[in-house]
């Protein structure tokens, strides 16, 4: 009995089952083979603890000052008398319940250093920057918080 396909026509006929079973494997391997991908972290996280470093600022650069000087503040009190170790404390004290921080001061433009109590990052963290002037001087005010613990990540 005589075939019905053309020789020339048995290629082309090859080249689609050899597509159709690439197909039907791919779709297969997918079906069982299931890839997971994380959710990305949410965003939430983030501003909580860039909330929490923004307001422990803002309420050390509002404090009342213990000294009755010229200082409109505690913070500026402090920096004044470069105790930078205590303005960080200073700092460090608002910071939520749950937040830990490390703060970095550079007073016209130097590098930051770390000062106050140093603790490292548990998983990940968010830092915020500020501005304060106090006499002649400008301070940069950095902090980095984390969750306590790690937290969420």
């Known amino acids: 009995m005589k075939s019905l396909v053309k020789p020339e026509d048995e290629a082309q006929i090859h080249v689609l089952e050899m597509l159709t079973l690439f197909w039907l494997f791919f779709m297969s391997a997918i079906f069982i083979l299931k890839i997971q991908v994380p959710d990305p972290p949410s965003i939430a996280v ?3 603890l860039e909330s929490s470093a923004e307001d ?4 050390a650069k509002v404090s009342n000052p213990v000294n009755s000087s010229a200082a409109d503040s505690r913070l500026a009190e402090l920096l004044a008398e470069k105790d930078l170790d205590s303005a960080c404390d200073l700092i460090l004290s608002g910071l939520g319940a749950t937040v830990d921080g490390r703060c970095w001061l550079a007073m016209d433009g130097s590098a930051s250093e770390v000062h106050g109590p140093s603790t490292y990052p ?24 984390w969750h306590r613990g790690g937290g969420t990540s």
């Open 46 to 48: 983030d501003a909580t």
């Open 122 to 145: 548990l998983g990940r963290t968010e830092t915020v920057h500020s501005m304060f002037v106090e006499n002649d001087n400008l301070w940069t005010i950095s902090v980095d918080v």
């Open 56 to 59: 422990s600022i803002r309420m």
